[in-house]
Nanobody, 113 residues
Framework: QVQLVESGGGLVQPGGSLRLSCAAS???????MGWYRQAPGKQRELVAA???????NYADSVKGRFTISRDNAKNTVYLQMNSLKPEDTAVYYC????????WGQGTQVTVSS
């Protein structure tokens, strides 16, 4: 059974930082791992993704502020989020893509003073 377990969300003030982690189990040779987010009333959107060889892709809204990384040996993907803004507030979902997509349960990130 495939499981993606996320951690690291929470409440942070504008300008602050958070680091999200997602550990995948029950799946191997994952091609792409990434993070999506969904704010209330909006569609889920890609935040960042990284391939198995380390090529990253970022949404324009987070470029220069967020960094995605991956540890293939641990089947884990990380998202370092700096200079957080209120508009980054959303539920963040981990994604693992092989032949199909697998999703985590989501972790809430709230940026507010």
């Amino acid at each position: 059974q495939v499981q993606l377990v996320e951690s690291g969300g929470g409440l942070v003030q504008p300008g602050g930082s958070l680091r999200l982690s997602c550990a995948a189990s029950g799946i191997f040779n994952i091609h792409t791992m990434g993070w999506y987010r969904q704010a209330p009333g909006k569609q889920r959107e890609l935040v960042a993704a990284i391939t198995s060889v380390g090529n990253p892709n970022y949404a324009d809204s987070v470029k220069g502020r967020f960094t995605i990384s991956r540890d293939n040996a641990k089947n884990t993907v990380y998202l370092q989020m700096n200079s957080l803004k209120p508009e980054d507030t959303a539920v963040y979902y981990c994604n693992a893509r092989r032949t199909v997509d697998f999703w985590g349960q989501g972790t809430q990130v709230t940026v507010s003073s």
